[in-house]
């Protein structure tokens, strides 16, 4: 019903700069709260910066000042962009959303929360 797909995820050098898009796509009759997630082998999900739909953006300490959500509503799209990358910021980043879907036949709304598959950033040398 509704996908998000990531993109522009790679190897950097440490430093450097990348980013990470996701859009939705599907039935969707509003986008709700958009953010990014990081995980990396055994280690639990983190959260990395949200964008409300309305409201202020949040980060997660690691990656403030260094890193900028933002959302462009009309494409439905997310972005991270991540500066000054450093080793620690390899992992597998997880776009997320919470959506409001609408039955055409009901009119009933359902509130979904979805995944993207994850894109890989690598920062190394």
């Known amino acids: 019903q509704v996908q998000l797909v990531e993109s522009g995820g790679g190897l950097v050098q440490p430093g450097g700069s990348l980013r990470l898009s996701c859009a939705a796509s599907g039935s969707i009759f509003s986008l709700n709260a958009m953010g990014w997630y990081r995980q990396t082998p055994g280690k639990q999900r983190e959260l990395v910066a949200t964008a409300p739909s309305v409201g202020s953006t949040d980060y997660a300490d690691s990656v403030k000042g260094r890193f900028f959500i933002s959302r462009d509503n009309s494409k439905n799209t997310v972005y991270l962009q991540m500066y000054r990358l450093e080793p620690e910021d390899t992992a597998v980043y997880s776009c997320?959303?919470?959506?409001?879907?609408?039955?055409?036949?009901?009119?009933?709304?359902?509130?979904?929360?979805?995944w993207g598959q994850g894109t890989l950033v690598t920062v190394s040398s």
């Open positions: 997320n959303a919470d959506v409001t879907i609408m039955n055409v036949t009901t009119r009933a709304l359902r509130f979904l929360e979805v």
